[in-house]
């Protein structure tokens, strides 16, 4: 069974540090991964996708599947960056619907 | 346009009671998922509807959990006999055509069994 890890429930940086999430994922297939972000009293919204290789609002993530990892990046974290961040494995199989999410990282950028 | 909406946004209740949530999806979204958010925890998954197609059901962790969706609109989350341990966030997603598309998430409705 595929599973999500986020090893660090709460991450503390100051604004204009460098911050980098991480995610490991155990999954026997070929996964897509995902980071979701849900900011104080709004709801849960995509990040970004793995497959996009793309850069949102800063943040880039790489999959690693030497590693299978998906860490999330930023090199100058923002005050605005502050929220809950999950990372999310998408099944390449027939249930290519689900996504199995980690337990979240409640980032925390000071000023 | 409008998101997701689910209601009520909180609910609390006696253990042995029955509760219904409700999801309205993105209008012209066909697939529609609810998953639920223990405290502390991550998502997990709990049934996916896909047009008029039989739904994944895989999820429910039991027999008093079932859902239903009107066509492709309302969906309701029923808990029959609710227990202490179904206290959580309900999540409602929706996205336009396959599990493949994006998926928009609602508000949620927080469940408190007393």
């Known amino acids: 069974a595929q599973r999500v890890t986020q090893p660090e429930k709460l991450l503390s940086v100051f604004k204009g540090a460098p911050v980098e999430l991480k995610c490991n994922y155990s999954?026997?297939?070929?996964?897509?991964l995902f980071w979701y972000v849900q900011y104080s009293r709004q709801r849960l919204q995509l990040l970004l996708r793995?497959?996009s290789r793309e850069s949102i609002k800063g943040f880039t993530a790489d999959l690693n599947k030497g590693e299978t990892s998906f860490h999330l990046k930023k090199p100058f974290a923002q005050e605005e960056d502050s929220a809950m961040y999950y990372c999310?494995?998408?099944?390449?199989?027939?249930?290519?619907?689900?996504?199995?999410f980690g337990k979240g990282t409640l980032l925390t950028v000071n000023p | 346009g409008a998101g997701v909406s689910q209601s009520p946004s909180n609910k609390v209740t006696e253990k042995g009671k029955d509760v219904e949530l409700r999801c309205d999806p993105i209008?012209?979204?066909?697939?529609l998922y609810w998953y639920r958010q223990r405290l502390g925890q991550g998502l997990e998954f709990l049934i996916y509807?896909?047009?008029?197609?039989?739904?994944?059901k895989s999820g429910l962790p039991s027999d008093r959990f079932s859902a239903e969706r009107t066509g492709e609109s309302v969906s309701t989350l029923t808990i029959q006999r609710t227990q202490q341990e179904d206290s959580a966030v309900y999540l409602c997603?929706?996205?336009?055509?396959?599990?493949?598309?994006?998926?928009?998430f609602g508000p949620g409705t927080r469940l408190t069994v007393l």
């Open positions: 997603a929706s996205s336009y055509r396959t599990g493949t598309d994006t998926q928009y």
């Open positions: 793995h497959i």
């Open positions: 999954y026997s297939g070929s996964p897509e």
């Open positions: 999310a494995l998408r099944d390449s199989g027939g249930s290519n619907y689900k996504l199995t």
């Open positions: 509807f896909q047009g008029n197609s039989a739904p994944d």
């Open positions: 209008s012209g979204h066909t697939a």
